[in-house]
């Protein structure tokens, strides 16, 4: 039963101090809607900024083209979250809300952050990755 406190949650509306909240995003940084905008009113995102850390959020850009084009982006959040592992990240269902990725698409670029003890995916990209480690 433990494991499922390993998921991000279906609503987060609060973070605690070394917490952040990692959402998709478009490069232009316009976070008006979805977890996006969620980022901006109450986790710190900033108009303008569509890739990176901003406040306790994390920009993940999604809307430039296909799967192939998240991916360099999630490889350096997955870096970044390697470095900062005193910090937790809980990453949304980026790509699969505005940007119409299914979870199946998106959910195997996130597969070297399952083995990360401060990354908590969606229950529903970590289904997607065990099928594929299987």
């Known amino acids: ?23 998709g995003s478009n490069l232009e940084g316009l976070h008006l809607g979805g977890a996006a905008r969620t980022a901006v009113e109450k986790f710190g995102a900033k108009m303008g900024q569509g890739v990176g850390l901003q406040g306790q959020s994390y920009a993940i850009p999604t ?6 084009t998240i991916k360099p982006y999630v490889d350096e959040f997955i870096d970044l979250a390697r470095e900062w592992d005193q910090t937790t990240f809980y ?20 597969a070297d952050a399952m ?4 990354v908590r995916l969606p229950e529903s990209f970590v289904k997607v990755i065990r099928k594929l480690k299987r």
């Open 1 to 23: 039963m433990e494991e499922e406190l390993n998921y991000t949650p279906e609503n987060i509306t609060k973070l605690g101090e070394d917490e952040i909240f990692v959402f």
């Open 63 to 68: 809307m430039q083209g296909g799967v192939e």
């Open 91 to 110: 990453i949304t269902r980026i790509g699969c809300g505005i940007a119409g990725f299914t979870d199946e698409e998106i959910a195997p670029l996130f």
């Open 115 to 118: 083995d990360l003890y401060n």
